[in-house]
Protein backbone atom coordinates (compact mmCIF):
# COMPACT_ATOMS: atom_id res chain seq x y z
CA UNK A 1 0.00 0.00 0.00
CA UNK A 2 1.80 2.96 -0.85
CA UNK A 3 0.11 6.84 -1.54
CA UNK A 4 1.78 9.65 -3.47
CA UNK A 5 0.74 13.00 -4.03
CA UNK A 6 0.91 14.65 -7.35
CA UNK A 7 2.23 17.72 -8.73
CA UNK A 8 -0.86 19.20 -9.42
CA UNK A 9 -1.96 17.72 -5.55
CA UNK A 10 -4.37 15.40 -5.72
CA UNK A 11 -3.62 12.34 -3.36
CA UNK A 12 -3.16 8.94 -5.16
CA UNK A 13 -2.72 5.92 -3.99
CA UNK A 14 -2.46 1.95 -5.04
CA UNK A 15 -4.57 0.47 -2.61
CA UNK A 16 -7.05 -0.83 -5.22
CA UNK A 17 -5.71 -3.82 -7.20
CA UNK A 18 -5.82 -3.45 -10.07
CA UNK A 19 -4.80 0.34 -9.53
CA UNK A 20 -5.21 2.55 -12.32
CA UNK A 21 -2.61 5.09 -10.76
CA UNK A 22 0.36 2.91 -11.69
CA UNK A 23 2.36 1.93 -15.17
CA UNK A 24 4.64 -0.61 -15.88
CA UNK A 25 7.30 0.31 -17.92
CA UNK A 26 9.49 -2.02 -19.90
CA UNK A 27 12.14 -1.08 -22.91
CA UNK A 28 11.24 -3.13 -26.06
CA UNK A 29 14.85 -4.30 -25.70
CA UNK A 30 14.03 -5.83 -22.01
CA UNK A 31 11.22 -8.05 -23.81
CA UNK A 32 13.31 -9.06 -26.81
CA UNK A 33 16.05 -9.73 -24.74
CA UNK A 34 13.57 -11.84 -22.21
CA UNK A 35 11.82 -13.59 -25.21
CA UNK A 36 15.03 -14.35 -26.80
CA UNK A 37 15.86 -15.66 -23.87
CA UNK A 38 12.85 -18.23 -23.48
CA UNK A 39 10.14 -18.23 -25.62
CA UNK A 40 7.71 -19.08 -24.19
CA UNK A 41 8.35 -17.44 -20.84
CA UNK A 42 5.00 -16.06 -19.50
CA UNK A 43 4.09 -12.53 -19.15
CA UNK A 44 3.33 -13.13 -15.20
CA UNK A 45 7.39 -14.47 -15.05
CA UNK A 46 8.40 -11.50 -16.75
CA UNK A 47 6.73 -8.53 -15.20
CA UNK A 48 7.74 -10.40 -11.75
CA UNK A 49 11.36 -11.23 -12.64
CA UNK A 50 11.89 -7.69 -13.68
CA UNK A 51 14.18 -5.78 -11.35
CA UNK A 52 12.66 -2.91 -11.30
CA UNK A 53 14.49 0.88 -10.15
CA UNK A 54 11.51 3.10 -10.65
CA UNK A 55 7.64 3.09 -9.91
CA UNK A 56 5.35 4.96 -12.25
CA UNK A 57 3.02 6.73 -11.01
CA UNK A 58 -0.32 8.19 -13.41
CA UNK A 59 -2.62 10.75 -12.52
CA UNK A 60 -6.01 10.22 -13.83
CA UNK A 61 -6.81 14.32 -12.87
CA UNK A 62 -3.92 16.24 -15.03
CA UNK A 63 -2.73 13.08 -16.86
CA UNK A 64 0.70 13.61 -15.31
CA UNK A 65 3.38 10.53 -15.26
CA UNK A 66 5.58 10.69 -12.54
CA UNK A 67 9.14 8.63 -11.93
CA UNK A 68 9.36 7.59 -8.39
CA UNK A 69 12.10 5.90 -6.80
CA UNK A 70 10.95 1.77 -6.09
CA UNK A 71 11.16 2.16 -2.28
CA UNK A 72 9.01 3.06 0.85
CA UNK A 73 8.36 6.43 0.82
CA UNK A 74 10.81 6.83 -2.11
CA UNK A 75 11.52 10.29 -3.68
CA UNK A 76 9.82 11.54 -6.72
CA UNK A 77 12.17 11.75 -9.32
CA UNK A 78 10.67 13.04 -12.66
CA UNK A 79 7.15 14.25 -13.29
CA UNK A 80 6.26 14.26 -17.34
CA UNK A 81 3.20 16.12 -18.45
CA UNK A 82 1.15 15.60 -20.98
CA UNK A 83 1.28 17.48 -24.21
CA UNK A 84 0.31 17.71 -27.59
CA UNK A 85 1.94 18.37 -30.77
CA UNK A 86 3.46 16.74 -33.79
CA UNK A 87 7.33 17.21 -34.87
CA UNK A 88 9.05 14.79 -36.77
CA UNK A 89 12.06 13.44 -34.88
CA UNK A 90 15.11 10.74 -35.80
CA UNK A 91 14.31 7.89 -34.52
CA UNK A 92 17.68 6.41 -34.27
CA UNK A 93 18.00 8.50 -31.12
CA UNK A 94 15.03 7.31 -29.43
CA UNK A 95 15.02 4.42 -27.10
CA UNK A 96 11.85 1.99 -27.30
CA UNK A 97 9.69 1.02 -24.66
CA UNK A 98 6.40 0.12 -23.59
CA UNK A 99 3.54 1.05 -21.07
CA UNK A 100 1.03 -0.79 -20.03
CA UNK A 101 -1.16 0.07 -16.70
CA UNK A 102 -1.33 -2.29 -13.89
CA UNK A 103 -5.01 -2.83 -15.07
CA UNK A 104 -3.90 -4.24 -18.70
CA UNK A 105 -1.31 -6.69 -17.07
CA UNK A 106 -4.23 -7.79 -15.01
CA UNK A 107 -7.01 -8.65 -17.20
CA UNK A 108 -4.29 -10.22 -19.45
CA UNK A 109 -3.14 -12.52 -16.41
CA UNK A 110 -7.20 -12.89 -15.24
CA UNK A 111 -7.65 -14.16 -18.46
CA UNK A 112 -4.90 -16.64 -18.79
CA UNK A 113 -1.93 -16.86 -15.84
CA UNK A 114 0.33 -18.48 -18.48
CA UNK A 115 0.23 -15.86 -21.12
CA UNK A 116 3.29 -16.13 -22.98
CA UNK A 117 4.79 -12.63 -23.10
CA UNK A 118 5.78 -13.01 -26.65
CA UNK A 119 1.76 -13.34 -27.64
CA UNK A 120 1.01 -10.30 -25.37
CA UNK A 121 3.78 -8.63 -26.77
CA UNK A 122 2.44 -9.52 -30.48
CA UNK A 123 -1.21 -8.62 -29.58
CA UNK A 124 -0.88 -4.75 -27.76
CA UNK A 125 2.64 -3.85 -28.03
CA UNK A 126 1.94 -1.70 -31.14
CA UNK A 127 -0.19 0.26 -29.20
CA UNK A 128 1.38 0.52 -26.12
CA UNK A 129 4.80 1.28 -28.13
CA UNK A 130 6.32 4.91 -27.04
CA UNK A 131 9.53 6.55 -27.66
CA UNK A 132 11.86 8.22 -25.20
CA UNK A 133 14.77 10.84 -25.85
CA UNK A 134 18.22 9.87 -24.63
CA UNK A 135 17.88 12.71 -21.92
CA UNK A 136 14.76 11.53 -21.14
CA UNK A 137 12.77 14.67 -22.01
CA UNK A 138 10.55 13.95 -24.34
CA UNK A 139 8.00 11.31 -24.95
CA UNK A 140 7.05 10.07 -28.32
CA UNK A 141 4.13 7.73 -29.87
CA UNK A 142 3.77 6.81 -33.68
CA UNK A 143 0.86 7.80 -34.69
CA UNK A 144 -1.49 6.27 -37.90
CA UNK A 145 0.62 8.29 -40.19
CA UNK A 146 3.74 6.81 -38.80
CA UNK A 147 4.78 10.38 -37.50
CA UNK A 148 6.22 10.61 -34.32
CA UNK A 149 4.25 12.91 -31.98
CA UNK A 150 5.23 14.50 -28.77
CA UNK A 151 2.93 13.97 -25.88
CA UNK A 152 4.55 14.14 -22.96
CA UNK A 153 7.84 16.07 -21.81
CA UNK A 154 9.62 16.41 -18.38
CA UNK A 155 8.88 19.27 -16.39
ZN1 LIG B 1 -2.25 15.23 -11.07
Redesign the pocket.
Known amino acids: MARLK ?5 G ?1 SNTNAPSDNILYVFTKAEVNNAINDDVEISLYDFETSINREHEYWY ?6 VMVVERKPCGRLIDSYSSCSSCEVVSEQALTEFYVFSDIDIYNAEEEDINLSLSVFIHQYGEEHLRFITSDKKNVYKKTQDNILKLIYTKE
Open positions: CVCGVLCQDCKR
